[in-house]
């Protein structure tokens, strides 16, 4: 019985939010895009903790701008495993967490994070290898999958497009700064966080952009008043305005 209560408060999914999203996506049509103006480009999307990659796909039919006719959409799924703040309950987590709620100083599982890095790592530089040029390479990630969006990018030997951060949290120590390559940080970050989180808590938010503006690293932070644990449908409108605004065309 003590496996219930951690479980059914610590599966973090996206079921009702993207169900909530659906009935009140936009009806406008979309104009006809010369496809030919713009240039291939991929959007590699990490689920929270206890959920799943296709869950979330019904995300990238809210952007409906001309300029992601040409957009690549990635949906993985994390793999199976213990749980530390689930009681070593197995399920999918990028890597361990050892508290709920996450705060600004919650223990951080490093050498787990880092597998998790290498295979987001590989998931990018396959996408680069067949063409897309790293400039419109974005990784968005909801919570556990933040954290581990805001360790890839900050990882990752070449400058992306960005990286966005939904409810998440800084999960490395100031060690791993020193492994943060230089073009790494020129790779913009979005940040954003509701202020009624009680599973990562805004405080854990809070603390991520002026640890990264302390090393060099453009971060913009924007706090939702009144939004737990969740996405709202303004913040992926944000998210659409803030990738638009940084993709390269193929001219």
């Known amino acids: 019985m003590?496996?219930?209560k951690p479980i059914a408060l610590f599966t973090i999914t996206l079921s009702s939010t993207i169900l909530f999203l659906l009935l009140f996506q936009r009806n406008s049509s979309v104009r006809?895009?010369?496809s030919n103006s713009m240039a291939r480009s991929f959007v590699l999307w990490l689920h929270g903790l206890?959920?799943?990659?296709?869950?979330?796909?019904?995300?990238?039919?809210l952007f409906t701008s001309p300029e992601f006719k040409s957009t690549k959409w990635?949906?993985?799924s994390a793999p199976s495993k213990p749980v530390t703040c689930n009681y070593g309950y197995v399920m999918p987590s990028w890597f361990d967490i050892h508290e709920i709620p996450v705060t600004a100083d919650s223990p951080k599982n490093e050498s787990d994070l880092l597998k998790a890095v290498q295979n987001i790592h590989a998931m990018i530089d396959k996408e680069i290898a067949a063409g897309t040029n790293p400039n419109n390479v974005f990784v968005c990630g909801l919570s556990q999958g933040g954290a581990l969006t805001l360790a890839s990018v900050l990882l990752y030997p070449k400058t992306l497009g960005g990286g966005a951060v939904f409810s998440g949290w800084v999960p490395f120590n100031s060690s791993i700064?020193?492994?943060?390559?230089?073009?790494?940080?020129?790779?913009?970050?979005?940040?954003s966080h509701g202020m009624a989180d009680r599973t990562v808590l805004f405080e854990a938010g809070q603390?991520?952009?002026p640890f990264l503006e302390k090393i060099g690293i453009s971060c913009e932070f924007k706090a939702y008043p009144g939004l737990a644990h969740s996405i709202?449908?303004?913040e992926l409108r944000y998210l659409e305005s803030w990738i638009k605004a940084r993709l390269q065309s193929s001219s």
């Open 207 to 209: 603390a991520g952009p």
């Open 50 to 61: 206890g959920d799943s990659g296709p869950a979330n796909e019904p995300i990238r039919t």
């Open 2 to 4: 003590l496996l219930i």
């Open 232 to 234: 709202n449908n303004e």
């Open 74 to 76: 990635s949906f993985p």
């Open 32 to 34: 006809e895009a010369d």
């Open 177 to 191: 700064v020193e492994q943060i390559p230089p073009d790494a940080k020129r790779t913009p970050i979005l940040w």
